[in-house]
């Protein structure tokens, strides 16, 4: 299994970065896990709300997150 470093800035007025080592077997899985255990609150938890999560985390213009693979 791979580990994650997932860190994320959730759409919120007071702003705390969320951050997680999350092992997973792939980037996908890795960031469902991420989304349904830390950032529910502040999207619906269903397929649109992760929908959401990964177009904000991966933004052009100014992403709300990042992931990296940490061997």
């Known amino acids: 299994m791979h580990k994650y470093s997932i ?3 959730p ?3 007071n702003i705390q970065l ?9 980037q996908e899985t890795a960031l469902k896990t991420f989304f349904s255990e830390e950032i529910t609150d ?21 992403p709300s997150g990042s992931i990296l693979l940490c061997e």
Do not use: L
């Open 11 to 13: 759409p919120a007025e």
């Open 42 to 62: 502040y999207y619906t938890d269903d397929e649109q709300g992760f929908f959401y999560f990964k177009q904000d985390f991966f933004e052009q213009s100014g």
């Open 7 to 9: 860190v994320f800035v």
């Open 18 to 26: 969320k951050h997680r080592i999350i092992e997973s077997t792939d």
